[in-house]
T-cell receptor, first 113, second 116 residues
Framework: KNQVEQSPQSLIILEGKNCTLQCNYTVSPFSNLRWYKQDTGRGPVSLTIMTFSENTKSNGRYTATLDADTKQSSLHITASQLSDSASYICVVSEFLGGFKTIFGAGTRLFVKA | DTGVSQDPRHKITKRGQNVTFRCDPISEHNRLYWYRQTLGQGPEFLTYFQNEAQLEKSRLLSDRFSAERPKGSFSTLEIQRTEQGDSAMYLC??????????????FGEGSRLTVL
């Protein structure tokens, strides 16, 4: 069964610190992997998208990595800010005749002053 | 605002009542998706449209749920005889898919349903 698992489930860090969120998937055949940020009560907003051939992609203080061999991705947040407090959702798309997206449950990040 | 818009943002209803949510996608997007999200979980796929055609429905979409996209533009999601388990955030997303290439998903702010 195609699955996307994220860890940790939640994380508390101090403002200014770095953190790394993990995503493991079993989706096959793989098409692309995306990270979304979702503020409480809002819709998800795309941070990065990576295809099979891409190992890393950055968006400001957010850097995503992808290891398609081990089926793992990480999202690294540098110099965290209070506004980074949100859920971060890993989404993997498979292509089997058509695209299908599978969402992880998300990691809830709390940045404290 | 040229993003995906959803209406209403919040809906409180009594069990057994019908509710309808509306989604206006980004105008040039040909695909429109509906998702349901409960607290602490990622969005769960409900259904999607390619223009006006409803191409896939999840088994989560019971007979009480119906979605339409009559002119290939806006879409509605209706829930009949609501149950407390229907309480969730209903998210709409749209994308522009060309020649088999998957477009980026743009989400609306969601419609939060509370069934009392």
């Amino acid at each position: 069964k195609n699955q996307v698992e994220q860890s940790p489930q939640s994380l508390i860090i101090l403002e200014g610190k770095n953190c790394t969120l993990q995503c493991n998937y079993t989706v096959s055949p793989f098409s692309n992997l995306r990270w979304y940020k979702q503020d409480t009560g809002r819709g998800p907003v795309s941070l990065t998208i990576m295809t099979f051939s891409e190992n890393t992609k950055s968006n400001g203080r957010y850097t995503a990595t992808l290891d398609a061999d081990t089926k793992q991705s990480s999202l690294h947040i540098t110099a965290s800010q209070l506004s980074d407090s949100a859920s971060y959702i890993c989404v993997v798309s498979e292509f089997l005749g058509g695209f299908k997206t599978i969402f992880g449950a998300g990691t809830r990040l709390f940045v404290k002053a | 605002d040229t993003g995906v818009s959803q209406d209403p943002r919040h809906k409180i209803t009594k069990r057994g009542q019908n509710v309808t949510f509306r989604c206006d996608p980004i105008s040039e997007h040909n695909r429109l998706y509906w998702y349901r999200q409960t607290l602490g979980q990622g969005p769960e796929f409900l259904t999607y449209f390619q223009n006006e055609a409803q191409l896939e429905k999840s088994r989560l979409l019971s007979d009480r749920f119906s979605a339409e996209r009559p002119k290939g533009s806006f879409s509605t999601l209706e829930i009949q005889r609501t149950e407390q388990g229907d309480s969730a955030m209903y998210l709409c997303a749209s994308s522009l898919d060309l020649s088999g290439a998957e477009g980026e998903l743009f989400f609306g702010e969601g419609s939060r349903l509370t069934v009392l």
